[in-house]
């Protein structure tokens, strides 16, 4: 069973060491890394937003959640909206077959609705990742020109569903 939880500091080694992972698997790929990063991502471990994925003790993918978007990415209307932003989710290549990826999202859109949320939001810079979170149920709503690249700007509605038939629950605490 998969575990959702509230990531703690102590978890800040696994979490490093998750992402090392993952960097490594993009560089492998051709891609750009985190790798500059890995540190402050990890970091964000005892922040009170940073949720871990964990598998039989593993931590195998995380992901920061807040509830207030970033000011240059929403309009003011969209951000007056309830919803949950995601950032930062990485997951660890090794487990790529479970999609800890598509589990972590879905896991957010049931937490949005629990919430009374109507949406579960997320950017990203690359069109390879507008396609994986297209098939996570998230639709392209906007595009931004930014100093660090081209945003990406994905919504879903905010829905319950069955975490346990996918094999997941959730713990408030570590």
């Not at 560089?27 to 922040?47: F, K, P, T, V």
């Not at 629990?114 to 998230?138: D, I, N």
């Not at 094999?167 to 605490?173: D, I, L, P, S, W």
Request: net charge negative; proline share 5%.
């Amino acid at each position: 069973m998969f575990t959702m939880r509230l990531a703690t500091e102590a978890d800040t080694p696994a979490v490093t060491s998750m992402i090392t992972a993952r960097c490594g698997w993009m560089e492998q790929q051709g891609l750009e890394s985190w790798r500059e990063n890995i540190d402050d991502l990890a970091g964000q471990s005892g922040s009170g937003f940073m949720w871990v994925l964990e598998f039989e003790g593993s931590i195998v993918g995380c992901t920061t959640v807040m509830t207030q978007a970033p000011p240059k990415d929403w309009t003011p209307e969209e951000a007056d909206e309830p919803a949950l932003y995601l950032f930062t989710t990485v997951t660890d290549p090794a487990y790529q077959e479970h999609k800890p990826g598509t589990l972590i999202a879905l896991w957010a859109v049931d937490r949005a609705a629990r919430q009374g949320r109507t949406w579960v939001r997320r950017g990203c810079f690359f069109p390879e990742l507008v396609k994986y979170y297209e098939t996570q149920g998230y639709s392209l709503v906007k595009e931004q020109n930014r100093s660090a690249g081209h945003l990406y700007l994905l919504a879903r509605r905010a829905e319950r569903l069955d975490l346990e038939a996918l094999g997941m629950e959730t713990r408030t605490t570590a």
